[in-house]
C-alpha cells in the first residue's frame, strides 16, 4: 500500500500529481479541499485573490471521493480544486465584474469552459478578483478592492486575471481559470511566474458568457505552474460547440522536429526593463541549445492597424457594458463613463473600417508565420509595481503610459493566434520574469509540447516565500 501523503502539505502538489494521489488512495479530493480551504482563510486576507468563495466545494469534492473510491473517475482530473475569474459565468455564484451595482448578479447559466471543468468533476473553489470591467493591467475595484502578488504583496500581480494568478503562485490552488482579451492571461504570468495560455480563436468554444464586448480578441484558457498542468486542464476545455461557429474552424498542422524560432527582443525604442531583456535573451539560449533554428530582429509586420482599432475597442466596450447593464455606469468609476461617452460618439464608419484593418492583420500575421513557426518577446516591458498603482510611470528611467508595460501581448490578440508565456529566470530581488511564445494559428499544442521541452531544462516550481511562511 502506498504511503499517505500529509494533506496539510497537499498544497504544494500540482494537478497532476493530485490526480496520481487520489488514484493510488494516499490523498482524497475531500480532504485535500477542506485543507486548501483552512489554507485560503490564512493566506486570502493579505493576497485578495479569491473574492468568493463556492459553498459547495465540500460536497462536489466529497463526490468526486466517492467515485475515485469507487474507481470510476469522470476525468483525469477528477477532484482537483480549481479557482475561476471573476469574468466568467459559474452557476449559482455571483458575477460581479468588479462593478458595485453587480454584487448580486448571480449567474443563472455558466461559461462552456466552466461547464467543462465541471463536467470533468473538477471541484470549483470559487471566483478570483479582476479589475472593473477586466480594462486594466492591474487588479484592484471599488467592490472588493487590491489584489496582491505572492511574491512581495506591496506589488501587483497584474490584470486582468490577477485575482487568477495570485490563486496559483501562493498554493491556494493548483489551477485556475482566465480570460486574454490583450494580455490578461499572459502578463499576469509572468508577473508571478506561471504558465499561462491564450488558445487560438475558436479553440475553447464560447457559450454562456458575459457580452464579449473584447469580440473575438478575447478567449478563455488554463494558469498553472506547470506546462504539464495546463495542458491538462487545456484538453479539458478545449474544443466546438454548435453555438460557437468559430470553433468549428480548421487549424493547420504543427510542424515536426526542430522549429524556426524568430525572437524580437523588444519593440523599437519602447522602454524595456534591463533585467526582463537580460533574462529573457537567456531564455532564448535555452531553445538554442535543443537544437531550435533562431534568428533575432524585429517582427516580421507591423501592428499599426493594431494601434489605430485599439482604442476605438476600449470605448466601444464600455459603452457596450453599460448598454448591456445599464445599473452599472452610476457605480462605474469616472475614467469609464468618459469612455463610454467616447464609444457611444464614435461613428460606426470609423469602426468597420478599424475591423476591416484587423483583417488585413491578420492576414499579414498569417503569411509571416510560413517563414517562422514561433515568434519569442517578453511578455511584459515592466516588473511588478505597486498594487495600488494602475500602471507603472516610467520603466528604466524613461516615463511611459498607460500600456507602456503592456505593449508586447496586444498584437497576438488581435491576430487570433495562440501565445504562452513562460518563466525565465527571475530578477535580482526576486521577482518572476516572463517571455511569449506566439504559434502559427490552431497550433497550440505545439506550443504545450515546447513548453515542456523548455522546463524540463529549468530547476522547477519556487515557492514565494509567503506561500511558505504562511
Not at 22 to 42: H, N, Q
Not at 72 to 92: E, F, I, M, Q, Y
Not at 105 to 116: P, S, Y
Not at 205 to 216: E, I, K, T, Y
Request: charged residues 20%; proline residues 8%.
Amino acid at each position: 500500500m502506498a504511503a499517505q501523503h500529509d494533506v496539510t502539505q497537499s498544497w504544494r502538489l500540482g494537478a497532476l500529481e493530485l490526480a496520481a494521489a487520489y488514484a493510488a488512495s494516499t490523498l482524497t479530493p475531500l480532504a485535500v479541499v477542506d485543507a486548501l480551504g483552512e489554507r485560503i482563510a490564512r493566506l486570502n486576507p493579505e493576497l485578495n485573490a479569491l473574492i468568493t468563495i463556492n459553498p459547495a466545494a465540500s460536497e462536489e469534492a466529497a463526490a468526486a471521493t466517492r467515485r475515485w473510491a469507487e474507481g470510476r473517475p469522470l476525468s483525469a482530473l477528477d477532484g482537483v480544486p480549481l479557482t475561476v475569474k471573476d469574468h466568467l459565468n459559474v452557476r449559482g455564484l455571483a458575477t460581479t465584474w468588479g462593478n458595485l451595482a453587480l454584487a448580486g448578479n448571480i449567474a443563472h447559466e455558466e461559461e462552456l469552459a466552466v461547464a467543462r471543468c465541471r463536467a470533468a468533476g473538477l471541484v470549483i473553489l470559487g471566483k478570483t478578483n479582476v479589475p472593473e470591467f477586466t480594462l486594466e493591467g492591474y487588479t484592484d475595484n471599488p467592490l472588493f478592492g487590491v489584489t496582491r502578488n505572492p511574491w512581495n504583496p506591496g506589488l501587483t500581480p497584474g490584470g486582468s486575471s490577477g485575482g487568477a494568478v495570485a490563486s496559483v503562485a501562493a498554493g491556494l490552488a493548483p489551477l485556475a481559470l482566465g480570460t486574454d482579451g490583450g494580455g490578461s492571461i499572459r502578463r499576469p504570468a509572468s508577473h508571478t511566474g506561471l504558465v499561462g495560455l491564450k488558445p487560438s480563436i475558436g479553440a475553447v468554444a464560447r457559450a454562456g458568457s458575459l457580452p464579449q464586448v473584447m469580440l473575438d480578441f478575447e478567449v478563455v484558457g488554463p494558469l498553472a505552474r506547470s506546462a504539464a498542468d495546463a495542458e491538462a486542464l487545456y484538453r479539458i476545455i478545449a474544443g466546438p460547440d454548435r453555438r460557437d461557429p468559430a470553433s468549428w474552424r480548421t487549424h493547420s498542422e504543427a510542424p515536426a522536429g526542430k522549429l524556426r524560432i524568430h525572437y524580437v527582443p523588444r519593440f523599437g525604442e519602447q522602454p524595456l526593463n534591463a533585467e526582463i531583456a537580460e533574462n529573457v535573451e537567456r531564455a532564448l539560449a535555452v531553445f538554442e541549445r535543443q537544437g531550435h533554428r533562431v534568428t533575432q530582429g524585429e517582427l516580421p509586420f507591423s501592428f499599426e492597424p493594431v494601434d489605430r482599432f485599439w482604442p476605438m475597442l476600449g470605448v466601444t466596450a464600455v459603452a457596450a457594458i453599460f448598454h448591456a447593464f445599464p445599473e452599472t455606469e452610476p457605480e462605474a468609476a469616472e475614467r469609464f463613463r468618459d469612455m463610454a461617452e467616447q464609444g457611444r460618439q464614435l461613428s460606426a464608419t470609423d469602426y468597420l473600417c478599424g475591423l476591416d484593418g484587423i483583417r488585413g492583420f491578420r492576414r499579414t500575421v498569417a503569411e509571416a508565420f510560413e517563414e517562422v513557426d514561433i515568434i519569442m518577446t517578453p511578455s511584459a516591458a515592466a516588473l511588478p509595481w505597486p498594487a495600488e498603482q494602475p500602471y507603472p510611470v516610467e520603466i528604466n528611467g524613461q516615463p511611459v503610459g498607460p500600456r507602456g508595460h503592456a505593449i508586447y501581448t496586444g498584437w497576438v490578440n488581435a491576430s487570433g493566434h495562440p501565445a504562452i508565456n513562460l518563466p525565465a529566470a527571475p530578477s535580482a530581488d526576486g521577482l518572476p520574469i516572463g517571455f511569449q511564445l506566439v504559434a502559427a494559428m490552431g497550433q497550440d499544442e505545439l506550443l504545450l509540447r515546447l513548453a515542456a521541452e523548455y522546463e524540463q531544462q529549468q530547476p522547477g516550481w519556487q515557492w514565494p516565500a509567503l506561500a511558505e511562511t504562511k
